[in-house]
C-alpha cells in the first residue's frame, strides 16, 4: 500500500519543484491516450491528483505528514489486516483512516457507508485531530465521487467544530473555499428543494463572511418562493438586504424561525 510520496515517486524531503515535476511526468503517463482510458486509468489519476493537491499545499504537508507518522506506520505487522479482523466501532474507524491514508479511498468509503455513513460516530472512537482529518479526505473523496450531500454534510460538522476550537488554523480558508466550491457547482442537482433549503440553513450556522451569508439566504428565499412560500421568503430577502446595516448580522435562529 502506497502513501502520496510513494505514489508520485519521490523522497519525503522533496522539494516542491521536485513535487511538481513529479506528478506531471507521472500524468503524462496516465494520459487517455496512452493508457485508452478506463476506470482504472481513471482511478490511478484521481490518486495522483489527490497526492499532489496535498504535498503542493505547504500546511495540507504538514498536517498530512504529522498524521501519517503517528498513524499510519505500524512497522512490519500488518496493522491493515488486524483492523478488517475486528468489529469494534474503533477499529472500524481507524480502519476507514488507514485506508484514505494509504491511497484505498473505495474500501474507506464502503467500510464507513456499511457503518452508517453520516451515522458513524468516528469522532467518537479516534481523537479529535484524527477524526477532522479523516473526515475532510473522506468528504474529498465523496465529492469526487459525486456524492456531494454527503461531502458537505462532514465539512459542515468539520466547521463548526473548528470554528470551536481551531484546528486547522491556516488551512481553514482552504476548507471554507473547497465549501463555496462544492455549493455552487455541485451540490444543487443532486439534492430536492428541501434538502437544498436544510444545507442553505446549515451554512448560515458556520460563520462564513456577510457576502457568503447573503448569498446563503437569497438562495433559501428562492427555493421557498419556488415552493410557494412568498411571504417566508420575502421575510428572509428582506433580512439578506439588512445585513451590514447598523451592524446587523445573520441571526440563523431567526431564519430557521422564519421557515418553520
Known amino acids: 500500500m502506497k502513501n502520496y510520496y510513494e505514489l508520485l515517486g519521490v523522497r519525503q524531503d522533496a522539494s516542491a519543484a521536485e513535487i511538481k515535476k513529479a506528478f506531471r511526468e507521472k500524468a503524462k503517463r496516465l494520459h487517455p491516450d496512452i493508457t485508452g482510458g478506463g476506470s482504472e486509468a481513471e482511478g490511478r489519476m484521481r490518486q495522483l491528483i489527490a497526492a499532489y493537491e496535498v504535498l503542493s499545499s505547504g500546511q495540507r504537508r504538514y498536517e498530512y505528514d504529522r498524521t501519517y507518522t503517528r498513524f499510519a506506520k505500524e512497522g512490519d505487522f500488518d496493522y491493515r489486516?488486524?483492523?478488517?479482523?475486528?468489529?469494534?466501532?474503533?477499529?472500524?474507524?481507524?480502519?476507514?483512516?488507514?485506508?484514505?491514508?494509504?491511497?484505498?479511498?473505495?474500501?474507506?468509503?464502503?467500510?464507513?457507508?456499511?457503518?452508517?455513513?453520516?451515522?458513524f460516530p468516528m469522532e467518537r472512537y479516534l481523537g479529535r485531530e484524527d477524526w477532522m482529518d479523516c473526515a475532510f479526505i473522506l468528504a474529498e473523496e465523496l465529492d469526487r465521487r459525486g456524492d456531494s450531500h454527503n461531502a458537505f454534510l462532514l465539512l459542515a460538522y468539520i466547521m463548526k467544530e473548528e470554528r470551536s476550537l481551531p484546528y486547522f488554523r491556516h488551512f481553514t480558508e482552504e476548507i471554507e473555499k473547497f465549501i463555496r466550491e462544492?455549493?455552487?457547482?455541485?451540490?444543487?442537482?443532486?439534492?430536492?428543494?428541501?434538502?437544498?433549503?436544510?444545507?442553505?440553513?446549515?451554512?448560515?450556522?458556520?460563520?462564513?463572511?456577510?457576502?457568503?451569508?447573503?448569498?446563503?439566504?437569497?438562495?433559501l428565499a428562492k427555493v421557498l418562493a419556488a415552493n410557494g412560500d412568498s411571504g417566508t421568503a420575502k421575510q428572509i430577502n428582506r433580512m439578506a438586504s439588512s445585513l451590514g446595516s447598523a451592524g446587523k448580522s445573520v441571526n440563523s435562529k431567526k431564519v430557521k424561525e422564519a421557515v418553520r
Do not use: Y
Open 81 to 119: 489486516a488486524w483492523l478488517r479482523s475486528r468489529q469494534d466501532g474503533e477499529s472500524k474507524a481507524k480502519l476507514i483512516f488507514f485506508e484514505l491514508l494509504h491511497l484505498e479511498e473505495d474500501e474507506a468509503i464502503a467500510v464507513w457507508l456499511k457503518n452508517g455513513g453520516m451515522d
Open 182 to 219: 462544492l455549493v455552487r457547482l455541485r451540490l444543487r442537482p443532486q439534492v430536492n428543494d428541501e434538502t437544498w433549503a436544510k444545507c442553505m440553513e446549515t451554512l448560515l450556522t458556520l460563520g462564513f463572511p456577510e457576502k457568503d451569508q447573503r448569498f446563503w439566504m437569497r438562495s
